[in-house]
């Protein structure tokens, strides 16, 4: 993984391309970092691995005062649960790989925008950018076919497992857009259909007591993707420490005890079970 930080301070002004962070649940945040060569707004919502929510429309009304292109990644939400173009974001980004393709068994994305911004797009691409495979293609599309059913069973599944995992004393702190106690959960009611997939949690322990929950769990596999069929989960400190350092990460919001749950199709009771086996290595 390339931190945030490294793609800012070393890759992106190669190109001339200056860079803000803001945080993105703050829409004075976004009001306050605008310059006037500012270009382009990047959102992701929710976000990767806090799912901290953005609010879509607040900042489209702010963009588009100053003619700034808004762009969102809309991965974790998956474009059934949320449609960030129905309330003017230009260009909506997903990662095909994730909940797209389902089975775990491709590497594509995906740039939905207008024919005007498309064209501009495309041109660079052809210079530049790599092109899906035929046989990534056919994959690609045979989960596009199946993707309505998946989200109702993984949106019913995330709700369920959230919520049983706010029950477990174990678990310091659940954050779940769907969840009542999400500091965001009127906007994500607001603006998303459904809530994915992925759940974050925090356990009560140490690196050392999230590693060993990690490794107890036997339904779900340790794997970094999203939104397919199977479970997958990883101890988030682990996976963005060859990346970032203990104070970026802190900076991120990314705490040693952090975990990311990616629920699947296993039936509901199955998945608690295992999680319940695996609270008792804490």
């Known amino acids: 993984y390339m931190s945030t930080a490294k793609i800012m301070d070393e890759m992106l002004p190669r190109f001339g391309v200056e860079v803000t962070v803001v945080e993105q649940s703050d829409i004075s945040a976004f ?6 060569n500012t270009k382009l707004i990047m ?8 799912l901290v929510v953005t609010d879509l429309e607040a900042v489209v009304r702010l963009a588009k005062k100053q003619e700034i292109i808004v762009v969102a ?26 909940y797209l393709g389902g089975h775990h068994d491709i590497t594509a994305g995906v740039i939905c925008t207008s024919f005007e911004l498309a064209e501009k797009i495309w041109d ?9 495979s035929p046989m990534d293609a056919w994959l690609l599309l045979r989960g596009l076919r199946t993707l309505p059913l998946r989200m109702d069973r993984i949106n019913s599944n995330a709700l369920a497992l959230a919520e049983f995992l706010e029950e477990q004393p174990q678990i310091e702190k659940v954050y779940y857009p769907g969840l009542p106690s999400h500091p965001q959960h009127e906007l994500a009611q607001k603006q ?7 759940i974050a949690f925090a356990v009560k322990g140490d690196y050392a007591a999230t590693q060993r929950f990690v490794s ?67």
Do not use: C
């Open 31 to 36: 009001e306050e970092a605008i310059r006037p």
């Open 43 to 50: 959102l992701e919502t929710p976000a990767n691995p806090t």
């Open 73 to 98: 990644d809309n991965t974790f939400a998956s474009p059934l649960n949320q449609r960030p173009h129905d309330v003017g974001v230009d260009v909506v980004l997903h990662s095909a790989t994730k």
């Open 192 to 198: 998303m259909k459904g809530y994915g997939a992925v």
């Open 124 to 132: 660079t691409h052809t210079s530049i950018g790599s092109v899906l």
């Open 216 to 282: 107890a769990l036997q339904l779900s596999t340790n794997a970094v993707s999203l939104g397919g069929v199977d479970s997958l989960v990883v101890h988030t400190a682990a996976m963005w420490e060859g990346a970032m350092n203990e104070e970026q990460m802190k900076t991120a919001g990314i705490p040693a005890n952090f975990v990311r749950y990616s629920v699947g199709l296993e039936h509901i009771e199955d998945l608690k079970a295992d999680i319940r086996q695996a609270l008792k290595e804490i």
